[in-house]
Each structure stands twice: as structure tokens, then as C-alpha cells.
């Protein structure tokens, strides 16, 4: 059964699963890049947990860059799927190299500001002079040399929007093994090479976003023999473009909104106590590995319905839909129930001190709660995108990551003031955020089936 085939004829229910455990696998490994890197350095001699402050700090950035690669990469990656459902491979080609142009854009935009406006915004989080040090040289060798980690989100969202989810996955795995044999080497200066601390991790990072890209690239070539590659179709076209972001947007802020949301709650958190600021930050990289699952759900469900809608199979996008939420409330619940029964044993690999960890350990065990809602919130917002419905998407992420986020922390961190014991008021915002988002996505939906479906 050949890949055009695959998407045409398999059913629904297999076809998510096919395309969706590889796409799972690659999004939860793209956790391990950050996990692996607080891991090693929270173990850092005398100054581990301003080290993981360090990378808390500088995450945001990260996230932000990943967001607008990987966003990006959505966009193009339904373009294509709807040409190929509609058999214009032209058009697909087309899609492709604009993506790759755009890739370039993006990468130069974060070599600039890794090399102008790091320090600036460091600076705006913390006064602490030790913390500032380390950040600012982790995330400009982040920036500097992030044309891996840009142009693998391209090929992997269009190795995955083809069927080929398998190769996208491998590329991700190698990478990450790459970066985890690396990252004890650099920070602690094993086999005769200096200790480069923090900056050990960043350089083990981006080596492995390298390593990722350069097997991207190479399974691309061989695998993806429907679309077309040549110079030609990476030359600028704005109609195309427009297509592609029309759909990324909504992707691109999604994520981005994360970024933001979490550089306002380490502002706010940093009000109650730095120590505060660690645990959030440990929790939310841990946190990744459930909600990264159903970000890679969401980017199976995407290319099935956007190739059923581009065909016009009402039958298979309704199929779409429903299967892709109930295997997405099954994900959630699995993480839900990992969080409440092992979070002490989950921080055992950070080296927190007590009253962080007891921190962070309440944060995961308040905030899950909301994962089921979260879930649903990531299936609809795939949908949206899918049934070229940008804007619905946006008002989820909008919701969910800012609107109900940054003012209700901020009113309970007042309450919690100075009190660590009262933390756990702050976390009650998420289960808020997403319950409430999670009832505006269900009505967003009635009237996007009513009206296109």
C-alpha cells in the first residue's frame, strides 16, 4: 500500500494510531533535549540549582524558536497533505520549498537575537549575577547555532505529512542519544576535555539538533518521492506563503503562547520566591512528556483530516475526529495517573534541595488534573487547522495559555505572598485555564460542524 493510498484507504482508527505512535515518540523526545540537560547540570558542584534556574530562564527563548519552526512546519505540512489528497504534487513541491525558505528566515531572525538580545532579556528575569552568567551563555550558543533544530522541524513535519512518521522519529532518536552521550562529556569535562558547565549542555544540544537534521534531510530525499526537489519551488511565492501560515499561525502561536506564559509565570512566580521559579520550571519540562504526547497525536489527527477534507471523505474526517479525541483522553488520563503515583521518584534525577522539591512535587500533583482537559483543548486545536480554521484555534490558545493563566496567577501568587506552604494556590490556575477552554473548544466545534462538515 503505497503512502497516497494509506491515507485514503486505512481506516481511520488504525491510521491515527499507525501515524500518530511515531509522531508521539519524536514529540516526547524533543522533552528529553531540555530533561537531559536540567538532569545533568542540576548535579553541577555548588551552584546545580542556580544552574537549573539558569535554564529555566533561558527556556522560554527555545520554546519560542521551536514554536515558529515547528509551526511552520504544521502549516506546510497540511498544505501538502490537502494538494496530495487533491493530487497536485506541483503545488505540494511548491509548499515544501517555500517552508524551506521560510526555515532560513527563521534561523537568521534567532541568530540575531542570540547574538544582540540575549542579555537584555536575561537581565528582565533575575538580578542574580551568577544565574545571569550562565544563562546568557547557554541560550546564545542556543540561538547561534540553531539551524538544526529550525530546519529539522521542516523535514519532520514533512516526512510525517507524507506517511513516513517512522524516518521523522529515528532522526529525533539519534539526536537525542547524540545529545545525551554528549552532555555529561561537555558539562563535567570527561575524556580529557575542559568542564564547560552550562555551556556543555547547550553545545551537546545543538550538536544533537545537527545530528537530527542531517537524517532528516537524507530520509526526506529518499522517501518523500512525491514531492518534486529543486531550487525552483524554494524561490518565494507569496500566494504560497500565505497558505502555508494561514494554517501555521494559529500552530505558531499555539506554542508560542507557551513561551510567553511561561517567561509571565516566571516573573510572577519569581515575586513569591526563586526557589519557586526552579520548581515550576523542572515541572513544566517533566510536564512535556505527557502534553508533548498529545501535541504528537495532534499532528497525526491534523494530516488524516486535512487529507479527508481535501478529498471531500465526510465519512473519514468524522472518523477522524472522533477517534482522535478519545485516544487523546487516553493519553491524558495515562499521564494524570504517572504523575499522581510517581512524582517524588520523578525529581529524583534533578538534585533539588527540599523545600524545592517538595515544591515542585506539589505542582505536579495539583496540575495533572487538568491533563484530560488539556488534551481535548490540543485534539480540537489539530481539527481546527485541519478544517482550515485557523481562527477557532487561536481563541483555544489564546484561552487556555494566556487569557485564564497570567491574571488568575497573579491574583493567587498576591494570596500566596511570601508563604511557600501556599504555593499550591498558584498551580489551581491551570486546572481553571484549561476546564474553561476546554468548554469553549466543544462550542467552537458544534459551529465548525454545522458549518463545513
Known sequence: MNKTNKMADMPVSKLIIFMGIPMIISMMLQAVYNIVDSAFVGKIEEVGEDALNALTLAFPVQMLMIAI??????????????????????????????AIFMAGIIYLVFLLFGIFGVKIYITSQTNNLLVIDMAISYLRICCVASFGIVFFSIFEKLLQALGNSIYSTIAQVVGAVVNMILDPIFIYGWFGLPAFGVKGAAYATVIGQFVSLLLAFVFHIKKNKDIQNSFVYIRP??????????????????????SVMTYGLNLILGRIDESVVTA?????????????????????????????????????????????????????????????LFAGALLEPFGLSGGTKAICSSAMRVISISFVFAGVNIAY???????????????????????????????????????????????????????????ISVMLMKKIRDKII
Open 381 to 439: 486545536q489539530g481539527i481546527f487547522q485541519a478544517l482550515e480554521s485557523g481562527k477557532e484555534s487561536l481563541i483555544i490558545s489564546i484561552c487556555r495559555q494566556f487569557l485564564f493563566v497570567l491574571p488568575i496567577a497573579w491574583l493567587f501568587s498576591c494570596i500566596v505572598g511570601d508563604n511557600l506552604n501556599r504555593t499550591w494556590l498558584v498551580w489551581i490556575t491551570f486546572i481553571i485555564a484549561e476546564g474553561i477552554s476546554c468548554l
Open 69 to 98: 519552526a515547528i509551526g511552520t512546519g504544521v502549516g506546510m505540512g497540511a498544505v501538502v497533505s490537502m494538494q496530495l489528497g487533491q493530487k497536485n504534487k506541483k503545488q505540494a513541491s511548491l509548499a515544501t520549498g517555500n
Open 280 to 340: 515550576y520550571g523542572i515541572y513544566y519540562k517533566i510536564q512535556q512528556f505527557v502534553l508533548f504526547a498529545g501535541f504528537g497525536l495532534r499532528d497525526a489527527i491534523t494530516p488524516v483530516i486535512s487529507f479527508s477534507y481535501g478529498s471531500r471523505n465526510k465519512q473519514r474526517m468524522q472518523e477522524g475526529i472522533k477517534y482522535g479525541l478519545l485516544y487523546t483522553i487516553v493519553i491524558m488520563l495515562i499521564g494524570t495517573v504517572l504523575m499522581e
Open 237 to 258: 511565492s507569496l500566494s504560497v506563503i500565505k497558505k502555508i501560515y494561514a494554517i501555521g499561525i494559529p500552530a505558531i502561536i499555539a506554542q508560542a503562547l507557551m
